[in-house]
């Protein structure tokens, strides 16, 4: 159980453009769900928190019109990249954290990424 | 200061040795306390999470001292599996840090 998954898992795309990613979970809910971005060698840096059915939370010096977050469900939440650079590229991890009866409000899940390259 | 700080390895042992990671973090009211591993390019997995009476699985063993405001995470007999990176996660109200990781290499 507690399964997230992410769509794409990759992604090439040419600057200027807007990609968008998808995060799931599958087989269970979440009211919160969570963006990360990893470049390489470094740690996760937490970009966004995502409420669902509310405004996304976002993390100081994240720009939240160029990263727009939409949590419209208790099982998905997507991150909008609009007007992608190469300075962009890198790999973004989402996490849920599951609701209901025994769930640890401070368990999250990941979903397996999505590796965007922006040439 | 970052608020949670690794040391990045990379650590290179041969398979059976045991090692033992640490880190530190900055905001003492942090509620709980994880380790991750990541593997490359993949997602983060739940290790363990850590306790302040320390914890055992397996081959693994953890520990949280609050006071100093450090985890530590040991693994023993350790195999080729286990090369990886080791993330500490401190949290607070479900706002989770991560330290930059810790590279391990287990070589035969």
């Known amino acids: 159980g507690a399964v997230v998954s992410q769509h794409p898992s990759w992604v090439i795309c040419k600057s200027g453009t807007s990609v968008k990613i998808e995060c799931r979970s599958l087989?269970?809910?979440?009211?919160?769900m969570f963006w990360y971005r990893q470049f390489p060698k470094q740690s996760l840096m937490l970009m966004a928190t995502?409420?669902?059915?509310?405004?996304?939370?976002?993390e100081q010096g994240v720009e939240k019109d160029k990263f727009l977050i939409n949590h419209a469900s208790l099982t998905l939440s997507t991150l909008t990249v609009t007007s992608a650079h190469p300075e962009d590229s890198s790999f973004y991890i989402c996490?849920?954290?599951?609701?209901?009866?025994?769930?640890?409000?401070?368990?999250?899940?990941f979903g397996p990424g999505t590796r965007l390259t922006v040439l | 200061r970052k608020e949670v700080e690794q040391d990045p390895g990379p650590f290179n042992v041969p398979e059976g040795a045991t090692v033992a990671f640490n880190c530190t973090y900055s905001?003492?009211?942090?509620?709980?306390f994880f380790w991750y591993r990541q593997d490359c390019r993949k997602e983060p997995k739940l290790l363990m999470s850590?306790?302040?009476s320390g914890n055992e699985d397996g081959r693994f063993t953890a520990q949280l001292n609050r006071a100093s405001q450090y985890i530590s995470l040991l693994i023993r007999d350790s195999k080729l599996s286990d090369s990886a990176t080791y993330l500490c996660?401190?949290?607070?109200?479900?706002?989770?840090?991560f330290g930059a990781g810790t590279r391990l290499t287990v070589k035969p």
């Open positions: 996490s849920a954290t599951p609701i209901g009866p025994g769930s640890r409000a401070d368990t999250q899940y």
């Open positions: 087989d269970f809910q979440a009211t919160t």
């Open positions: 995502s409420n669902e059915g509310s405004k996304a939370t976002y």
């Open positions: 905001n003492s009211a942090s509620q709980s």
């Open positions: 850590v306790y302040s």
């Open positions: 996660v401190v949290s607070l109200n479900n706002d989770m840090r």
